[in-house]
C-alpha cells in the first residue's frame, strides 16, 4: 500500500521539480539532499513515475512522484 505525503517543491524555471519538503502526518520533515532524479518503478510499493534518492534525517530514501502524486518508500 502507498504512503502519499504533502510535498513542497521548487519548480526551475527548465521545468525540473526539486522536493523540499514532506509532510507525514501532522509532522514537517526537510530534504537535507537529492541524491538521485529518475524514471523508475517502485518494486516495493508497486506503480511508476519520477524517482527521487533523497536523504532525509541522515536516512536514505526514495520519493516518487507518480503523475500528480507523492509517495515515499524506504531505500535498501
Known amino acids: 500500500m502507498k504512503n502519499y505525503v504533502e510535498v ?3 519548480f526551475d524555471t527548465e521545468g525540473g521539480i526539486m522536493p523540499k519538503e514532506v509532510k507525514i ?10 541524491l538521485d532524479i529518475r524514471p523508475a518503478a517502485s ?3 508497486g506503480g511508476a513515475g ?8 541522515g536516512r536514505e530514501t ?3 512522484l507518480e503523475e500528480t502524486k507523492w ?3 524506504l531505500a535498501e
Open 25 to 34: 502526518d501532522d509532522d514537517r520533515f526537510e530534504v537535507d539532499r537529492v
Open 71 to 73: 509517495f515515499l518508500e
Open 62 to 64: 526514495y520519493l516518487f
Open 43 to 45: 518494486l516495493k510499493s
Open 8 to 10: 513542497t517543491a521548487v
Open 50 to 57: 519520477i524517482r527521487y534518492k533523497c536523504r532525509i534525517m
